[in-house]
């Protein structure tokens, strides 16, 4: 059950930074969130609404705080942990409604913010203002901002002089989400390639084209096409279009020989099918997977999808030897596939 809790005025219940899973409801009082708007630069205080939850998506998502909150009068608020709001939000559909509906917002206010580094020439260069957007939500550990963000990046400048920086970016972010969630996860600046050493590595290319310039403008060139061809398959599936993504994700694994992005859509496949609820067809598909690729680096995450499908033809005894093989290959207990895994084995009682 959620705790009742007391605020003072000009107390602050969490700073922007803070790492914590509590998600409050206010019930009484006033209390304002403020941040700084990463486009204009400018402070921006939003007032909080008797009956509206704060600090949802942070603590679900499970990185840091993104504002303050500060209370400017005395405040009574709710205060739920993750799993109690969880249970609370799955027993009423209008809060899910609500959160969908702020979480889209959200997203297309990141969209607008692209837009505009896009078209608005007082925003300066574009291509290096969305670049740096990119890095600010990377910086700050929120990947699947980063995701996006570096993704369109791809999208617009598939000949851009960053493509290559923004492609290992790309692959840092999505990696570390699905290892760690947004948030979480080592800092990511400490192992690539800072603005000053990209110049240097740039510099190096530079030479090495002198020598065969053809041969590098034809591997760049290649590179940014198949990326632009995975990353508009992941927006399919994450719109909903499994379908459309499963045909998208085909071409990139048939048609492309670099390893890296064919192990990745290989791997997306498979998550196509089990949005279309294909439990055999997925079996079969990470059955070749690991037969053919027995490191391929999201292998914990195959076994769960495995565990996931064997489930759901109702064949018990093998999802469970599949989620305890997941808990044996990442022994990362705050790692989201390791959590889930757990979950999904003492739901079945094999904990």
């Known amino acids: 059950m959620p705790k009742a809790a007391v605020f003072r005025a000009n107390s602050v219940i969490y700073f922007q930074g803070d790492i914590e899973e509590k998600i409050y409801v206010l019930q009484k009082g006033k209390i304002q969130l403020s941040y700084v708007d990463m486009e204009t630069g400018k402070k921006v205080n939003e007032i909080i609404q008797t009956g509206e939850f ?4 942070s603590a679900l998502g499970h990185y840091p705080r ?3 909150a500060v209370v400017l009068e ?7 942990t993750v799993p109690e709001f969880e249970q609370f939000a799955s027993q009423n559909t209008r809060i899910i409604l609500k959160m969908l ?20 020439p007082s925003m300066g260069n574009a291509e290096n203002g969305l670049f740096r957007v990119g890095e600010y939500y990377l910086k700050n550990k929120m990947y699947s901002q980063a995701r996006y963000v570096f993704s369109r990046y791809l999208t617009y400048y598939p000949s851009g002089k960053l493509i290559e920086q923004a492609s290992r970016y790309l692959e840092a972010a999505e990696q570390t989400l699905t290892r760690y969630g947004d948030g979480k996860g080592p800092a990511l600046f400490a192992n690539i390639d800072q603005p000053g050493q990209s110049e240097k590595t740039e510099s190096d290319k530079s030479q090495n084209a002198q020598t065969n310039p053809q041969t590098q403008a034809s591997d760049s060139a290649q590179n940014s096409v198949v990326a632009k061809k995975y990353y508009d398959a992941i927006s399919l599936l994450n719109q909903g279009k499994a379908k459309e993504a499963l045909a998208a994700f085909k071409t990139v694994a048939d048609q492309n020989d670099d390893l890296d992005f064919k192990q ?26 690991i037969q053919s690729m027995p490191r391929h680096p999201n292998m914990p995450d195959i076994l769960f999808y495995m565990g996931q499908a064997y489930e759901k033809k109702g064949e018990k ?9 997941v808990l044996t290959m990442d022994t990362d207990e705050d790692s989201p596939i390791h959590i889930k895994s757990k979950k999904a084995l003492t739901a079945l009682g094999g904990a």
């Open 101 to 120: 509906k702020v979480f889209s917002n959200q997203l297309r206010r990141v969209h607008r913010q692209v837009e505009n580094l896009l078209q608005n």
């Open 54 to 57: 704060f600090g949802v998506k």
């Open 264 to 289: 990745k859509a290989l791997f997306d496949i498979g998550r196509c099918l089990l949005a279309l609820s294909q439990w055999e067809s997925v079996i079969k598909h990470f059955t070749g997977i």
């Open 66 to 68: 993104e504002e303050n």
């Open 74 to 80: 005395d405040a009574a608020v709710l205060v739920f």
């Open 317 to 325: 005894e093998r999802a469970i030897g599949f989620y305890k093989k």
